[in-house]
Structures are given as C-alpha cells and as structure tokens.
C-alpha cells in the first residue's frame, strides 16, 4: 500500500498500530529521505476532542529530545522554499568537487522552537599532496534577521501606494547619462504607468519608450551626481 499524507510524505509500510493512531514508515518525497509518520485514527478515539492537542503535545515533546543516540534532522530549503537535499549542501558538495563552496543561503527549521534559522555558509576544502580533500572548513553566519528585514522590505514595496521603480543609469565614454534599465517596478507603478513589470524590468527606458525627452534622463544623472 502506498499513500500520499500532506502532499509530501508517501507512506509505504506500516509500522505499528495502537488504541488512537497508526506509525507508518514514509518518504519525505521533498527532501528524499526516510521518515516515520504518525496518523490520528478515525472512529470512535477520534471523536475525543482533545485527541488532537495531545497528539501535537506528543510531537512537541518528540522534537525538543536531546541525546547522543537520538539522531537529530533538519529541514533545510533554498531561499525559494525548494527543498535542499544533503548530497548538495556546501561541504558534500567542496568535498565531491574539491572546490570552495561560496554564500550558500540555506533556511532550517529548529523543531524545538518552531521556527527557520537562516544560515549563509561557505565551505573551503583542504586538499591534500596526492589531491584528495582530507578536511574542509565550514563557516556559518545567522542572516534571519536581514532575511526578515528584506522580506518586510518586499511586503512594503508591493503593498504601498506609491509608485516606485529602481533604476541602474547608463553612461556614454564620456561619462554623459544617456540611458536607464529598469530593475524593478513596484505594482503601483504599473497601475500608475500602464507598464507592467513583465515588460519592463531588465529594459532600457530608450527600448520600452523610444520617445523618451533626453531632459529626463539627465534629470536622472542630476540626481545620482
């Protein structure tokens, strides 16, 4: 038998059965690895109700286990949310190539506090005389704060109400501003402008409006000068 548990999990073997729920041997088809689920029985336990606040007191105190023998495991994304399998984490991937593994952003739940840490984390081997990797230095920098502090910088960009638009000046060789690429636009600024941000970002102003006054973008210049 094999069944799909939160879009994630594909539970393959039953591994044991008791009055309120069932543990099933599963694969964590995001991450690629072995998992035990646990799963609230339907029937007459399951009408209890406060089954469910027990079953997520049991989870809690699982996760807050600390010991030699207790294997701990992280969930660990790319900042996309994609999931980051071991095999591809910066020091697997220094010792499989041999090459320094540079500002990998990775983003992992601490189930103790439930909640993500995000980690950004370089990875330099030390190769030895015959060329083989025999060590490999690992740093690590807590970034959530300026994580969060980028994401409240994205929410306030998309919800205010004025329009806004970043843009990178370009110079002719005499150092003369003659063109701008757009490098983002704000939903405002397409309501305002009719120009979507689809159609714009990464253009040139002369490119998306080929009638553009020179004035303006010496204006721009002024105003980086």
């Not at 010792?95 to 370089?122: C, E, F, H, K």
């Not at 330099?124 to 060590?135: C, S, T």
Request: with cysteine.
């Amino acid at each position: 038998m094999s069944a799909m548990l939160a879009g994630r999990y594909e539970a393959t073997q039953l591994l044991g059965r008791g009055a309120m729920g069932e543990v099933w041997l599963a694969r964590d088809t995001m991450l690629g690895r072995p998992v035990a689920i646990k799963r609230i029985l339907t029937g007459p336990a399951a009408t209890d109700p406060t089954l469910s606040e027990r079953m997520m007191r049991e989870a809690r105190l699982a996760a807050t286990l600390q010991h030699p023998h207790v294997v701990a495991v992280y969930d660990v994304i790319h900042e996309d949310g994609a999931p980051f399998p071991g095999p591809t984490h910066p020091v697997p991937t220094a010792i499989a190539t041999g090459q320094a593994v540079r500002n990998v952003v990775m983003g992992v739940y601490r189930p103790t506090s439930g909640d993500r840490v995000w980690l950004m984390v370089n990875a330099y081997p030390k190769v030895g005389p015959d060329g083989e990797v025999r060590q490999v230095v690992c740093t690590f920098a807590d970034i959530t704060a300026r994580k969060h502090a980028e994401e409240d910088y994205q929410t306030l960009f998309r919800e205010m109400r004025d329009g806004f638009a970043l843009h990178e000046l370009i110079y002719d060789d005499h150092g003369r501003p003659v063109d701008y690429r757009f490098l983002a636009v704000n939903p405002a600024f397409e309501r305002m402008t009719g120009l979507d941000a689809e159609r714009v970002v990464g253009r040139t102003v002369t490119a998306v409006l080929p009638g553009i006054e020179p004035a303006w973008i010496e204006v721009y210049g002024e105003v980086v000068r």
